[in-house]
């Protein structure tokens, strides 16, 4: 028997101790969920509709996200898409947090790279292109090492898709980042 004061993970399929407190201290901020069998994957690949929302749960807007669910930003998020609203909060909001690709479009079911993923999470930390040397997603990366956002994730480079587990470690250590004046 469990003694009292051990906590049950939220999700049975985590069994690392250290990402199941990343990911039931983000459960519990609302930043991220499980799937509808109540499981989280941690390593899936994350798409990056998947990333947008956490993001934006992460800074605590999704209260605005329904202003943003009838617009049309990019062509290729459809009004029938699950994350529109939040897409295109993250695109035109107050916090402009992300971009689309050279063509115009989101690829909202693509796979999240981690240089997409730091360059988002530099931005809600409040940084901008003239914080990174403008070299992309490079400065980014470098700027997120600089400052921690990336610790305990090895083997990353720009072009690897990041799984679930990878971006939780991502939004813990975005939690305990400081954040340069103007952040969100």
């Known amino acids: 028997m469990a003694p009292a004061w051990a906590v049950t993970p939220a999700f049975s399929d985590v069994s690392d101790p250290q990402i199941s407190a990343q990911v039931d201290s983000l459960r519990m901020l609302g930043v991220v969920g499980g799937d509808p069998t109540g499981t989280f994957r941690p390593n899936s690949t994350l798409t990056r509709a998947e990333f947008c ?4 749960n992460a800074m605590g807007a999704a209260n605005q996200v329904a202003m943003y669910s009838t617009r049309t930003i990019f062509p290729d998020v459809r009004s029938s898409h699950w994350a529109r609203g939040y ?5 035109a909001g107050e916090t402009k947090i992300i971009a689309g690709t050279d063509q115009g479009v989101f690829e909202p079911d693509s796979p999240i790279t981690y240089g997409q ?3 988002i999470l530099i931005r809600i930390l409040g940084y901008t292109n003239e914080d ?6 490079d400065g ?4 997120a090492e600089k400052i921690g956002l990336s610790d305990g994730l090895t083997g990353l480079n720009g072009s690897t898709n990041i799984t679930r587990a990878q971006a939780a470690c991502l939004f813990s250590n975005l939690l305990d980042t400081e954040q340069k004046e103007g952040g969100i």
Request: no cysteine.
């Open 132 to 137: 990174t040397g403008m070299v992309w997603p």
């Open 140 to 143: 980014f990366i470098a700027l």
């Open 53 to 56: 929302v956490m993001a934006v």
């Open 87 to 91: 897409i295109n909060l993250a695109a």
């Open 117 to 119: 993923a730091a360059t």
